[in-house]
């Protein structure tokens, strides 16, 4: 069975900083692009971020480049999001998903449930 696993979301205040995790299982993790979206309150689901299967490259949104950070470790299969320099319109419900490649992660193969990050001060 397929499971990706989000983890790490809670209420910052804006400037904070959170680290976002996903644990993938039921599926071979080391060949999958991993990629991070998020559905803001009464808006649609938008692209994050994106990290092909070795970690080598990694794509973001223009409105997180240079604040947030795509990683991943194949061996413990985990992708993270480290976000930096929260703003309140990062609220948003997160989510984890496992594509085929980089190119395609707009239409995943699998993804979490997601998880809620609100900064609010």
């Known amino acids: 069975q397929v499971r990706l696993v989000e983890s790490g979301g809670g209420l910052v205040q804006p400037g904070e900083s959170l680290r976002l995790s996903c644990a993938g299982s039921g599926f071979t993790f080391s060949v999958h692009a991993m990629g991070w979206f998020r559905q803001p309150p009464g808006k649609e689901r938008e692209f994050v971020a994106v990290?092909?299967?070795?970690?080598?490259?990694?794509d973001y949104s223009d409105s997180v480049k240079g604040r947030f950070t795509i990683s991943r470790d194949n061996a413990k299969r985990m992708v993270y999001l480290q976000m930096i320099g929260l703003k309140a319109e990062d609220t948003a419900v997160y989510y984890c998903?496992?594509?085929?490649?980089?190119?395609?992660?707009?239409?995943?193969?699998?993804w979490g449930q997601g998880t809620q990050v609100t900064v609010s001060s």
């Open positions: 998903a496992a594509g085929s490649e980089m190119a395609t992660i707009y239409t995943p193969n699998h």
């Open positions: 990290i092909d299967w070795s970690g080598r490259s990694t």
